[in-house]
């Protein structure tokens, strides 16, 4: 349980570099597993929520591979075959993207795109 934690935990200290008042509230909060995220800010992709709760791994990929990385539609096969990779060796890919002012962890097809 501690260790499933630890990725909760880190996600919501990111929240406080995009939001500096979070880091006094993601200081004083017990971050532990719940059908909620960490903070307000963080939204987990119910794929992601559950494979924490369940104690599976978890592989946190970046998202700048799609966003200045790579050529369109490059960037987005290699994004997708990239978690097909994590998927095949029984880990859950968490890529991370900020959207629309929120921290997503674990995006759909289309927020890939």
């Known amino acids: ?3 499933a934690a630890r990725p909760q935990t880190r996600l919501a200290r990111l929240a406080g570099h995009v939001v500096p008042r979070a880091i006094a509230q993601v200081c004083a909060m017990e971050v ?3 059908s909620n995220a960490p ?3 963080v ?3 119910p794929e992601v929520q559950s494979a924490l709760k369940q104690g599976k791994p978890v592989v946190a990929l970046e998202s700048t591979i799609i966003s200045h990385g790579m050529p369109y539609p490059q960037n987005v096969d290699t994004a997708r075959s990239v978690e097909a990779v994590v998927r095949k ?3 859950t890919p968490a890529t991370i993207a900020i959207l629309d002012g929120k921290i997503l962890v674990g995006l759909k097809n289309d927020q890939l795109e």
């Open 43 to 45: 939204h987990l992709s």
């Open 39 to 41: 903070h307000p800010m």
């Open 32 to 34: 532990k597993i719940s």
């Open 89 to 91: 060796h029984g880990a």
């Open 1 to 3: 349980e501690m260790a």
